[in-house]
Each structure stands twice: as structure tokens, then as C-alpha cells.
């Protein structure tokens, strides 16, 4: 099991931002900004293609999407952030369970990540 599925699942402790069926929004421990979410789908998928190819991607793509806004409102980044998926490892993916970063809390240069 993933750190990701163990951390959706209760099992490794930490900051839950925000939570819905779907979705699991946590503080990353690496932060790239002041701000800086990991929004992951529960329900393992190996990256943003596996998931795009399930039968439930548009529900768990909706609720990212929501999540997103909740925990902008919820971190005061309503007036500006990213939301970021790297994919595979090529793509700079190094927890291979789908997952989308939330940056802000800053005016973000070109480079953050």
C-alpha cells in the first residue's frame, strides 16, 4: 500500500485541510509556497492518465476540482493559485498515486515548481 492510500485511510497521521468522499487535502511536508496542499483522490490511481481511463474519473475529477476551491477559500488563496499534476516519472511524479498540488499564498514566479 502507498503513502498516500495509508494516509487516506487514517493510518499515518496528519493535517487533514479538507475531506470529502473522494478526496483527502493535506499540507505537503515539502512546501514549495506558503501554501501548499496535496489534493488526493482516496481511491488509488497510479497517475493522472489511470485515472482519466477509470470508469468514475469525471466524479473524482469533479471533486478534486471542488476540494481545489474549498481549500482555497480555506487558505485565504481565492485570489490566486496553481494547481498542479505531475505525471509519471518523466513528468516529475515521485508518489506514484495520483495527486494535485495546491500553490499559493504568494505571487508565484514562473518557477516554483
Known sequence: ?????????????????????????????????????LIVPKKHYEDALALTASEDAEKVLGSVFRAAAKVAELTGTQDGFRLINNCREKGGQTVMHVHFHLIGGATLSEKII
Open 1 to 37: 500500500m502507498c503513502i498516500f492510500c495509508k494516509i487516506a485511510q487514517k493510518e499515518i497521521p496528519t493535517t487533514v485541510v479538507f475531506e470529502n468522499e473522494d478526496v483527502i487535502c493535506f499540507n505537503d511536508i515539502h512546501p514549495a509556497a506558503p501554501v501548499h496542499v
